[in-house]
């Protein structure tokens, strides 16, 4: 059984930045993803990185600005938001599955989220 764990949320305004963590407790041969879901939509992608780190994938609208990152060794990805802007305020989780997708179900393991609030 594999546990996610999310840190890094917090408050920030506009034009901030902001680095979140997710640690796994399982193993780490895995694609692992960042999704987030704001309040009264549905869950979307925001970046996936292969096992080796050698692929990503980015939504568009982070795209530029956001860096996905993951050092196995530790088990830890890494999400360095930058210039971040009131509409990437959203619970952000970390997800681990077995093909880069941008597709929620493609993911079977998910963290408990972290809340990312950025104010105008």
């Known amino acids: 059984q594999v546990q996610l764990v999310e840190s890094g949320g917090g408050s920030v305004q506009a034009g901030g930045s902001l680095r979140l963590s997710c640690v796994s407790s399982?193993?780490?041969?895995?694609?692992w993803a960042w999704f987030r879901q704001a309040p009264g939509k549905e869950r979307e992608f925001v970046a996936v990185?292969?096992?080796?780190?050698?692929?990503?994938d980015y939504a568009d609208s982070v795209k530029g600005r956001f860096t996905i990152s993951r050092d196995n060794a530790k088990k830890i990805m890494y999400l360095q938001m930058n210039s971040l802007k009131p509409e990437d305020t959203a619970v952000y989780y970390c997800?681990?599955?077995?093909?880069?997708?941008?597709?929620?179900?493609?993911?079977?393991?998910w963290g408990q989220g972290t809340q990312v609030t950025v104010s105008s």
């Open positions: 399982g193993r780490s041969f895995n694609p």
């Open positions: 997800a681990q599955g077995s093909n880069l997708s941008r597709v929620v179900s493609a993911y079977g393991y």
């Open positions: 990185i292969n096992w080796a780190g050698s692929r990503t």
